[in-house]
């Protein structure tokens, strides 16, 4: 899709309006410290929330992540466009309390705009801590897909949360998820250095040149018996083995060979030619005279490039009381350049676009400026653009103290902002792409705005119809004994352009509710219920009429409350 807002562009407001003015399939990583559920001056709803740290902050004040009157009307909404969301911030409201749904509902309503605007070969790392990232999980599950699930990676920080009645907490989660199938991943070409002590283990033996190994040099037959590789070489019968001659072509060791040792080591095809060379430069390894067993290739730990980076990173430092060095900045949230690096390293390309969607103290921006990728990151301090200039500049925290009378100082901060071809932006994208095609995402659209309430509540939508047209199912007229057996249903799927007014509402039972699901309509689901012999006896439903009273109480209710949006066409006559 066509990118409609400029490369290297620090976007300073609520992320909210910037990733919906975003059009989709535009970003190849997404790689993200959102606000945790703990110990911060945070507030806000779903749809507008307010971060009140300042840097210089020396307190740590408890969350205001609070669950209120707009909560419910957001849950409501996302009921009924994402059911399997819904339930995952229901449970967690039931389990961990309504101050983790309210936090759940502000970070999933951005997720669903950040699923949107992901390329199917880009990625998502979403960095959260133990308190929320089982309920996290879920709603990324129910968003991105579980299939898409890549890796939850606990970083292991330097410094621990101790408490005399647990286990110290000193980790992190990273939870990773693709756009499709077909993702950029260059992991497997990154690889931690071992240990002095996993040196020692690895390579016990040693000889002039340094630490080695001895491994194998056959291989399994499977039952070939002909051929060089099976024929004797150096005194040994390899038959006796019932296995071949295994001497290494491929991969990184036989590189190292060449590179070191024998040049055009891989172009030797004959085994037995390359057993010889390999012996005559001192790579083979021979048991002691008068012991019996077999030659072994000398691997040195000079050529182990470190073991292949996993999901438990133990390698990167994070900052301490004691050693925070000139890459702190000051900031409690923030995190180590090498833990961003190595993830922009792993699932992206020189070229590619990397949005932080939460940028703060800028690690993922200038961790992607660094690695030659363009770049994207949202922030709504005040002072987000002072912090990403200076982290440029690369000066230390104690010059930044210095400067930090130019963090309001917008000649200044122009002057950098062009100097660093940095796009500062305080207006959002606007969409050029078609936006009625969501991807199947549709917008959140009543509580778009955080001040733009629903007109019903679905409980009130639910007692109107009751209230009504009586205790009857609108697909196969059963008559249930309460009203607790009759769900809110559409009558025009949301899949079709439905909406959620009470005009385009209907009172199914539980088997016309899961046979219509979100893609068959009230009338062709009454349609394939005659068909197989569901319909009940008595008096259907008329929808006519039905339609006409609903729109009517919903232009009432659109006349007695204050509403930014223009009246609905009312039906003539």
């Not at 009157?69 to 819904?86: F, G, Q, R, S, T």
């Not at 060089?228 to 006796?240: L, N, T």
Request: with cysteine.
């Amino acid at each position: 899709m066509t990118q409609n807002f400029p490369d290297n562009a620090l976007y300073e407001m609520d992320n909210l309006e910037v990733l919906r003015g975003m059009n989709s399939d535009t970003v190849d990583l997404i790689a993200t410290d959102p606000p945790f559920n703990i110990k911060r001056n945070r507030s806000g709803t779903a749809g507008h929330y307010v971060d009140n740290w300042k840097w210089g902050d020396t307190g740590i004040l408890p969350d205001q992540w609070k669950w209120n009157e707009v909560h419910p009307k957001w849950l409501e909404e996302i009921k009924d466009n994402h059911a399997e969301l819904y339930h995952a911030i229901d449970a967690a409201k039931h389990c961990q309390g309504e101050d983790t749904a309210a936090f759940l509902c502000f970070l999933s309503v951005r997720l669903i705009e950040m699923h949107r605007i992901l390329k199917e070969t880009g990625s998502i790392y979403l960095h959260c801590d133990p308190t929320a990232s089982h309920y996290i999980k879920m709603c990324l599950d129910a968003i991105f897909g579980r299939k898409n699930f890549k890796n939850e990676i606990v970083w292991r920080r330097s410094v621990a949360h101790n408490d005399p009645k647990k286990y110290g907490n000193n980790s992190d989660r990273l939870l990773y998820y693709s756009g499709g199938r077909k993702i950029t991943w260059n992991g497997s070409t990154i690889a931690v250095p071992k240990t002095p002590e996993e040196i020692d283990k690895a390579y016990p033996l040693q000889d002039e040149r340094g630490k080695y190994r001895s491994d194998n040099l056959t291989g399994p037959s499977h039952g070939y018996s002909g051929g060089e590789s099976s024929q004797p070489w150096s005194g040994y019968d390899v038959r006796a083995k019932g296995r071949v001659w295994s001497a290494p072509l491929t991969g990184n060791y036989a590189k190292w060979i060449e590179d070191n040792l024998i040049p055009n080591y891989r172009s030797i095809k004959g085994v037995h030619d390359r057993l010889d060379i390999l012996d005559s430069v001192g790579l083979i390894h021979h048991p002691k005279k008068g012991r019996s067993g077999w030659p072994g290739l000398k691997r040195y730990a000079e050529a182990d490039s470190g073991n292949p980076v996993q999901s438990l990173f133990m390698d990167i430092s994070g900052f301490t009381n004691y050693n925070k060095g000139d890459e702190w900045t000051g900031s409690p949230d923030q995190k180590p350049l090498a833990l961003y690096e190595r993830i922009i390293k792993a699932s992206s390309n020189e070229g590619d676009l990397v949005l932080d969607p939460f940028c703060g103290c800028a690690t993922t921006i200038i961790a992607a400026d660094n690695l030659k990728r363009r770049w994207v990151g949202i922030d709504r301090r005040v002072d987000a653009r002072y912090h990403i200039i200076t982290r440029l500049m690369g000066i230390d925290k104690k010059e930044r103290e210095r400067i930090e009378k130019f963090a309001t100082d917008k000649d200044w901060l122009d002057r950098q902002t062009a100097k660093y071809e940095i796009h500062y932006q305080v207006e959002p994208p606007i969409r050029t792409d078609d936006k009625t095609d969501q991807d199947n995402v549709p917008e959140l659209s009543h509580v778009y705005q955080h001040h733009l309430e629903p007109l019903h509540s679905h409980a009130e939508m639910h007692q109107f119809l009751v209230d009504q047209f009586g205790l009857k199912c609108w697909g196969c007229n059963f008559v249930p004994p309460d009203k607790r057996y009759l769900h809110l249903d559409h009558i025009i799927p949301k899949s079709d352009g439905g909406t959620n007014d009470i005009d385009n509402r209907a009172l199914l039972c539980q088997p016309c509710n899961s046979k219509k699901s979100n893609t068959m309509s009230l009338t062709s689901l009454r349609r394939q219920n005659k068909k197989d012999g569901y319909i009940q006896p008595g008096e259907a439903i008329d929808l006519q009429a039905a339609l006409a009273w609903t729109r009517a109480l919903l232009v009432q209710t659109l006349r007695e409350t204050p509403y930014q949006g223009p009246l609905p066409l009312e039906s003539e006559g």
